[in-house]
């Protein structure tokens, strides 16, 4: 697993997920987006759900980030523990759970959550985080690695237009874990501003594989020019 992380340093990993509703919303349609971010470079996939994760395993030799969305409380990406080991059992390679500090559904701490992660399945745990306060918990409760995905998305946290690089920047000189940026990254220069920043690795999703939110990029630029 050690090999898997550094695999992974100063390299992008692509996440592939699309919405419940959304025309892209299948399995195989993920798996076909996670080959294709595979031949363009990609270094690694995040993908949501058990179904796309085994279906990106049996097909894509790359390390694999998985997690869970699931529920309506603030805790939903792979809330519980159970969320946690048939995201593994699933295929994945690392585990991506919320690494913030509110309460998790099932009553366990981050820290019990990941040593189970540990112990019952071999993966790797990362923590989403949104704060610089939380990724050093995270780090101490034994987060292989730690990622600044849910900044902006908690309740006490400001969603910028961007990445947040500050965050990356305190998080990689604070923790020894490696800091993996994701969140808002859109364009290829951000990324590259992400690594400067201090991250391990780079997730970018959205502005690769959602074209409904991409044409609307350029539909809202052309109307405004209108």
Not at 127 to 146: F, K, N, P, R
Not at 172 to 186: F, L, M, S
Not at 197 to 219: C, N, R
Request: include cysteine; aromatic fraction near 4%; charged fraction near 20%.
């Amino acid at each position: 697993m050690n090999k898997l992380i550094a695999h992974l340093r100063h390299r992008l990993v692509v996440s592939c997920q699309a919405y419940p509703g959304e025309p892209m919303r299948t399995p195989d349609t993920m798996r076909r987006v996670a080959l294709a971010a595979a031949k363009g470079g990609a270094a690694g996939i995040r993908a949501q759900g058990v179904a796309d994760i085994a279906a990106i395993r049996e097909a894509v030799d790359l390390p694999l980030i998985g997690l869970w969305k699931d529920g309506d409380d603030d805790v939903f990406i792979t809330p519980t523990l159970e969320h946690a080991l048939a995201v593994a059992r699933a295929g994945a390679h690392v585990v991506a759970l919320d690494g913030t500090a509110r309460p998790r559904p099932d009553g366990r701490t981050l820290g019990d959550t990941i040593a189970a992660v540990h112990e019952l399945t071999g993966a790797l745990v990362m923590a989403d985080c949104s704060t610089l306060g939380e990724g050093i918990a995270a780090a101490a409760a034994g987060a292989d690695l730690v990622g600044t995905t849910l900044s902006g998305y908690t309740a006490y946290t400001s969603k910028q237009p961007g990445p947040d690089l500050d965050l990356v920047s305190q998080l990689a000189t604070a923790i020894d874990v490696p800091v993996i940026a994701e969140g808002r990254i859109h364009t290829p220069a951000q990324a590259a501003q992400a690594l400067r920043a201090g991250a391990w690795a780079v997730v970018v999703g959205t502005a690769i594989t959602h074209p409904s939110t991409i044409t609307g990029w350029f539909a809202s630029a052309m109307a405004d020019a209108r």
